[in-house]
C-alpha cells in the first residue's frame, strides 16, 4: 500500500520512478510534504542498507580477529614447549 502511495505521490509531484530525488532542491522540499516524506523515506532506507552492511563486515571483522587471536595464542604456546624442552635438553646434556 506504501509503494502505490508513493508512486502516487510521485505521480501528483510530476516525478517518474526514474528520477533521482537527490536534484530536488530544499526549497521544493519544504514547500512540497509529498516530495519531503519521499526523499526522507529513501534516505532512511538508504541508511538501514548501509547500517546493515556496515553490521555484515563488523561481524566478519570480529569473526577474523577471534580466529587470528586464537591462531598466535596456538603459536605461542607451541613456542613456549619448545623453549622449555630446549632448556631441559641443555640442562639434561649439561648434567651428564
Given at each position: 500500500?506504501?509503494?502505490?502511495?508513493?508512486?502516487?505521490?510521485?505521480?501528483?509531484?510530476?516525478?517518474?520512478?526514474?528520477?533521482?530525488?537527490s536534484?530536488?532542491?530544499?526549497?521544493?522540499?519544504?514547500?512540497?510534504p509529498?516530495?519531503?516524506r519521499?526523499?526522507?523515506?529513501e534516505?532512511?532506507?538508504?541508511?538501514?542498507?548501509?547500517?546493515?552492511?556496515?553490521?555484515?563486515?563488523?561481524?566478519?571483522?570480529?569473526v577474523?580477529s577471534?580466529?587470528?587471536?586464537k591462531?598466535?595464542?596456538?603459536?605461542?604456546?607451541?613456542?613456549?614447549?619448545?623453549?622449555?624442552?630446549?632448556?631441559?635438553?641443555l640442562?639434561?646434556?649439561?648434567?651428564i
Amino acid at each position: 500500500m506504501n509503494r502505490f502511495r508513493d508512486a502516487e505521490g510521485r505521480r501528483l509531484i510530476g516525478l517518474t520512478p526514474q528520477v533521482n530525488l537527490s536534484d530536488a532542491t530544499e526549497t521544493h522540499l519544504h514547500c512540497n510534504p509529498v516530495l519531503f516524506r519521499i526523499v526522507s523515506q529513501e534516505l532512511k532506507s538508504r541508511m538501514n542498507r548501509f547500517r546493515d552492511a556496515e553490521g555484515r563486515r563488523l561481524m566478519e571483522l570480529t569473526v577474523n580477529s577471534q580466529a587470528s587471536v586464537k591462531a598466535l595464542k596456538d603459536k605461542q604456546d607451541k613456542a613456549e614447549r619448545i623453549l622449555k624442552l630446549a632448556e631441559v635438553k641443555l640442562i639434561a646434556s649439561t648434567v651428564i
